[in-house]
C-alpha cells in the first residue's frame, strides 16, 4: 500500500523550532518531487515548500521563506521540513504530497499521493 506518513509536529512557542517528517512506505519516494502543504483553520491548504526529486530545485511561499528548509534523504526514504523563527501563524495542519516531474510546484491537483497531516501549533 502506497503511503507517506508525516511526523514532528507539536505544540512550540513563538520563535521555536519544529523539524517535520514525512516518511514513505511502499514506493521509492526518490522517485518522486515532494512539496509540502499546510491548511491553518478557516483557510485554504497552500503550498509552502517544494524540493525535486535530486533536491536541486527548491520552491518556497513567501511566508516561510528564509525561515523554513525543505531537504531530503532518498536513502531513508525521507523528506523533512525544518522549520524555524516559528510565528503563530505557522500555526495549521501541515501536509506531505508526492507527484511526478513538471508542472507548477503548489498546484494541489498535480499531486499523487498524500499524507493524513501532521498538526503544529505555535503559541504562548
Known amino acids: 500500500q502506497l503511503q507517506l506518513v508525516e511526523s514532528g509536529g507539536g505544540l512550540v512557542q513563538p520563535g521555536g523550532s519544529l523539524r517535520l517528517s514525512c516518511a514513505a512506505s511502499?514506493?521509492?519516494?526518490?522517485?518522486?518531487?515532494i512539496g509540502w502543504f499546510r491548511q491553518a483553520p478557516g483557510k485554504e491548504r497552500e503550498g509552502i515548500a517544494y524540493?525535486?526529486?535530486?533536491?536541486?530545485?527548491?520552491y518556497y511561499a513567501d511566508s516561510v521563506k528564509g525561515r523554513f528548509t525543505i531537504s531530503r534523504d532518498n536513502a531513508k526514504n525521507t523528506v523533512y521540513l525544518q522549520c524555524n523563527s516559528l510565528k503563530t501563524e505557522d500555526t495549521a495542519v501541515y501536509y506531505c504530497?508526492?507527484?511526478?516531474?513538471?508542472?507548477?510546484?503548489?498546484?494541489?491537483?498535480?499531486?499523487?499521493?498524500w499524507g493524513q497531516g501532521t498538526q503544529v501549533t505555535v503559541s504562548l
Open positions: 504530497a508526492a507527484r511526478g516531474f513538471g508542472g507548477t510546484w503548489n498546484s494541489q491537483d498535480e499531486y499523487n499521493y
Open positions: 511502499g514506493f521509492t519516494l526518490g522517485n518522486y518531487a
Open positions: 524540493i525535486s526529486t535530486s533536491g536541486g530545485m527548491l
